[in-house]
């Protein structure tokens, strides 16, 4: 069975320390890869995704296909990344999201 | 560019009561997404549709749910009887519809059944 795994429900760090939100997933053939972030009183939206090899606000996304892991990185977390972060496996189109993981960022 | 548009944004009815929720996706966005949010969890997806065409429904149930695309743009989902347990956010995206493709969320209509 497909399945997506975010094991932090909350994860809370001081501004300007390293975060790294966990993901790993289990998954018959090769899902395309996202992350996905909510803001507050914001809707869901795009973050990355594995296929662009890209940064957005500092965050990057390494795939690890030996452990099926997806996990999001950000050397020096600033407060305005305080949000819900989903991460969300595609195959055949189909999003499949994890259950989320709240990060707050104090001052 | 107002993105997704999904009306209403908040229901409150009593159980048994048919709700209704309306989506208008993203101009030339092909493929329309029905999600349902519970409290504390990831979106799941309802039904997926390519045009008018219902490509994935294997998670709605189909027993008090229903939704259509008739023109291949807007879409309507109804719930009919509610069950308490439907209270929930039903979230509406939208996207090209190719594997990679963003897919644009709408702001949800916060269900809430008494």
């Known amino acids: 069975a497909q399945r997506v795994t975010q094991p932090e429900k909350l994860l809370s760090v001081f501004k300007g320390a390293p975060v790294e939100l966990k993901c790993n997933y289990s998954y018959s053939g090769s899902p395309e890869l996202f992350w996905y972030v909510q803001y507050s009183r914001q809707r869901l939206q795009l973050l990355l995704r594995?296929?662009s090899r890209e940064s957005i606000k500092g965050f990057t996304a390494d795939l690890n296909k030996g452990e099926t892991s997806f996990h999001l990185k950000k050397p020096f977390a600033q407060e305005e990344d305080s949000a819900m972060y989903y991460c969300a496996p595609t195959l055949r189109g189909k999003l499949i999201f994890g259950q989320g993981t709240e990060l707050s960022v104090k001052p | 560019e107002a993105g997704v548009v999904q009306s209403p944004r908040y229901k409150i009815i009593e159980k048994k009561q048919p709700v209704a929720f309306w989506c208008n996706p993203i101009?030339?966005?092909?493929?329309l997404y029905w999600y349902l949010q519970n409290l504390g969890q990831g979106p799941e997806l309802l039904i997926r549709?390519?045009?008018?065409?219902?490509?994935?429904d294997s998670q709605l149930p189909k027993d008090r749910f229903s939704a259509e695309r008739l023109k291949g743009v807007d879409s309507t989902l109804k719930i009919q009887p509610a069950e308490l347990g439907d209270s929930a956010v039903y979230l509406c995206?939208?996207?090209?519809?190719?594997?990679?493709?963003?897919?644009?969320f709408g702001p949800g209509t916060r269900l809430t059944v008494l």
């Open positions: 594995h296929i």
């Open positions: 549709y390519e045009n008018e065409e219902a490509v994935d």
């Open positions: 995206a939208s996207s090209f519809g190719r594997e990679t493709d963003t897919q644009y």
């Open positions: 101009s030339g966005h092909n493929t």
